[in-house]
């Protein structure tokens, strides 16, 4: 059945963020300019220029605020400040400037949730009295039972463990009252009822907007809010995964009332010309749910965690473009794609066939060499969908996860509060290979890095790749490239194409201009090689692999494509 998809919901005046590449970098593990092992913004300005080669609209950088780095940055002890180790103002003031003249935009990461336990206002809360207003900027409660022993409620960390600890006043005295952590227990969640702390933040944007940040991406934009009188979670009706993630009907997820709280960010972003754009972190139970956070008053994109989570599947594949496409259709917003960040396995590893056909969401063994094809092929379909597409450090290298870092090595407080049977997220986190030959993959000039990096990284480094055409590097810079030249590409319709083979999706993507020739995209997710209608084109644009190729005899020519690759066709 062929669905069309109507997008002409989408805005006409064509916005930058609307079909933007974006790129993230993960601080830390991008490059280090000072030699103490730990990637900087300095770091970032030094390469800036291997982005603009790369063809990126955007960067997004993860966090880079003073704190105590328990948690890689996504633990906030000062909202208006860089952390030394990172650099500082100046050194931002420096990055906007020149990301500017390179016609780079360059998005914030934002942590609204919680603060980490160094922040000025939780110290506060350890010297005052219950009840004080400095207690009031947290979600903090009683305990249950008259000693006060248990715990308000059930909920439990998405770092594994209890989400409530036992408030310890800083003179030792054990209170009555416990606090909340959705996260690590360094990380104590705001309440967001108080207005001091919405306004707080209010100013907080503002602080950057005003030196020229383009945007902010939002940390667990679908927390923040929580039921005021926290009951029990019906836990044990509930998958592991799905406890640590989404958890469905749990009463801090997804609440109604965050949208209040991006209706108000919103005016910010809009008070500034041109206006600052916002990018929700927000994990909902289905694509419907999702689109709520893109309601023209609210934020302009969320990531898409339900294309990530399809995994190499077409059925999943398709139905999760379907539902994304129509729903954000419905509040005239684009989509967004991605497929890796820091949070999750690497998709060259996650995509890798394992000896049993089981998913990759632990450390196993996995076919890299396969493991990459499936990846190179994915980005290029993604990149062929409408919207905007988001892309992690390293993808563009083909970078598998390191899944063998020694036990002391690992930071991710996830390892700790698991107690070491979930290994976490460091494994995405290694630092970047630049240079072959250099200590530390030329990472940084002391040859330091805080994650040790794996022999396989010398022949990934950037410089191994940046003059070879059968790299992943060179076929995400042709990639880039052709899609900025592509008019049917990021906003125009879609279309499902009929006659696909089983097993391999097909997309026509259409100009929004009238008269420019459309494209067809195409995946081949089976083993096996596929030949395609001689109708859908056989003028290769983009194949993600050499064994695509045009077949001719004296009557016809058609397309056949190797197994699990993509390509972009015109007729
Ligand atoms: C988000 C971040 C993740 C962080 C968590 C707590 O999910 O992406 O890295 O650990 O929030 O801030």
């Known amino acids: 059945m062929t669905t069309h998809h109507d997008v002409c919901a989408y805005r006409r005046d064509r916005e930058w963020w609307q079909d933007a590449v974006v790129y993230q970098v993960y601080p830390r593990s991008f490059a280090d300019s000072t030699g103490d092992g730990i990637g900087d913004l300095p770091g970032i300005l030094d390469r800036l220029d291997y982005l603009v080669d790369l063809g990126i609209d955007a960067l997004w950088i993860s966090p880079f605020y003073t704190s105590p780095l328990r948690d890689g940055g996504y633990d906030v002890a000062d909202y208006r ?3 030394e180790r990172l650099g500082t103002l100046a050194d931002i003031d420096r990055l906007i400037a020149a990301c500017h003249e390179r016609g780079l935009r360059i998005i914030m990461d934002i942590v609204p949730n919680h603060t980490s336990s160094d922040h000025r206002w939780w110290r506060e809360v350890l010297t005052s009295e219950p009840g004080s207003p400095a207690w009031s900027r947290y979600m903090i409660r009683p305990g249950r039972e008259e000693s006060a022993n248990e715990p308000p409620s059930n909920w439990r960390s998405v770092f594994h463990g209890p989400g409530w600890s036992r408030l310890i006043l800083d003179d030792g005295t054990t209170t009555d009252y416990w606090y909340l952590h959705l996260f690590d227990s360094t990380q104590p969640d705001l309440d967001w009822s108080n207005p001091e702390v919405r306004s707080e933040f209010r100013d907080i944007l503002r602080f950057w907007f005003d030196r020229g940040v383009d945007g902010f991406r939002i940390d667990v934009a679908h927390g923040l809010v929580k039921d005021p009188d926290p009951p029990d979670m019906d836990y044990d009706s509930m998958v592991e995964t799905d406890i640590l993630g989404v958890a469905p009907d749990a009463p801090y997820w997804d609440q109604d009332g965050v949208h209040d709280i991006w209706r108000e960010w919103r005016v910010v972003a809009d008070s500034y010309d041109p206006p600052r754009i916002l990018c929700g972190e927000a994990w909902a139970p289905t694509p419907e749910r999702l689109a709520r956070y893109q309601r023209p008053d609210e934020l ?4 898409n965690f339900d294309y990530l989570a399809a995994g190499w599947d077409y059925e999943r594949m398709r139905e999760s473009i379907d539902a994304t496409v129509a729903n954000h259709a419905n509040v005239g917003a684009p989509p967004t794609w991605v497929l890796s960040n820091h949070d999750v396995i690497r998709h060259a590893t996650r995509f890798g066939p394992t000896e049993d ?29 409408p919207g905007s597409a988001y892309l992690y450090q390293g993808e563009e290298l083909g970078l598998p996860e390191v899944f063998d870092l020694p036990d002391d090595a690992r930071q991710d407080p996830v390892w700790f509060r698991s107690k070491g049977t979930d290994t976490g997220r460091d494994g995405c986190r290694v630092p970047l290979p630049w240079k072959a030959n250099e200590p530390s993959y030329g990472f940084s000039p002391q040859g330091r ?7 396989v990284w010398r022949d990934f480094a950037v410089d191994q790749q940046q003059d070879d055409d059968a790299s992943p590097l060179a076929l995400y810079r042709r990639a880039l490239a052709q899609r900025r030249s592509e008019p049917a590409l990021g906003q125009g319709p879609m279309e499902w194409m009929d006659g696909a083979p089983e097993g391999a999706l ?28 001689s109708s859908w084109g056989t003028d290769v644009v983009l194949a993600s692999e050499g ?25």
């Open 547 to 571: 064994d695509i190729a045009t077949l001719s005899d004296d009557a016809s020519s058609h397309l056949v494509m190797g197994p699990e690759t993509a390509v972009w066709l015109r007729r």
């Open 357 to 385: 056909g089981s998913p990759v969401t632990k450390p196993t063994v996995v076919d890299d060499e396969r493991g990459r094809r499936r990846a190179l092929a994915a980005t290029m379909f993604l990149l062929g969908l």
């Open 506 to 533: 097909a997309m026509r993507r259409f100009t929004a201009e009238p008269g420019h020739p459309s494209l067809a995209i195409v995946i081949n997710m089976t083993e096996a090689t596929i030949h395609l209608p």
């Open 449 to 455: 890095s805080w994650l040790p990096q794996p022999d």
């Open 81 to 83: 400040d860089v952390d």
């Open 300 to 303: 302009h994109t969320s990531f």
